[in-house]
């Protein structure tokens, strides 16, 4: 058996390893490091997503509004194309130009509008002139 030093100072024993411990404290610092990263990486996802559900929060009243204000307009529109006949006694309503109809303001007509229209002024004009010219010819 080895005498200690005499210096006081216990050293490596002569049967026992002096690497063991210190590498499986290292393994043990390296696994706790990495468990540590993996928390904080965890931590900063449960931040940004409490940041995002707070700006989730906050943008509801919004959305709620304008989803709202679009089944307002949505029952609107079905009200209108459900009208078949603008004053009940005329023609029906053209569906293809009902949301032009529905929205305030003034309005421009349409092709097929302008073309009735100049065709029933010329009528009319037609008729007037006949109604004059009867009218000349009956004058003494």
Not at 112 to 137: D, N, T
Request: aromatic share 2%; net charge positive.
């Amino acid at each position: 058996m080895a005498l200690p030093p005499s210096s006081g100072r216990r050293g490596p024993r002569s049967g026992a390893r002096p690497s063991s411990a210190p590498s499986s404290l290292n393994e043990d610092r390296t696994r706790l490091d990495r468990d540590l990263e993996e928390l904080r990486r965890k931590e900063q996802e449960l931040k940004a997503l409490e940041e995002k559900m707070k700006r989730r929060v906050a943008e509801l009243p919004k959305e709620l509004e304008a989803k709202q204000r679009k089944q307002r307009e949505m029952i609107h529109l079905r009200a209108v194309s459900t009208a078949t006949y603008a004053d009940g006694l005329g023609k029906p309503l053209d569906k293809r130009h009902l949301t032009q109809r529905a929205s305030s303001g003034p309005r421009r007509m349409t092709r097929p509008e302008e073309r009735s229209a100049r065709l029933q002024f010329l009528g009319l004009c037609a008729v007037l002139a006949v109604i004059l010219i009867l009218l000349w010819k009956s004058l003494p």
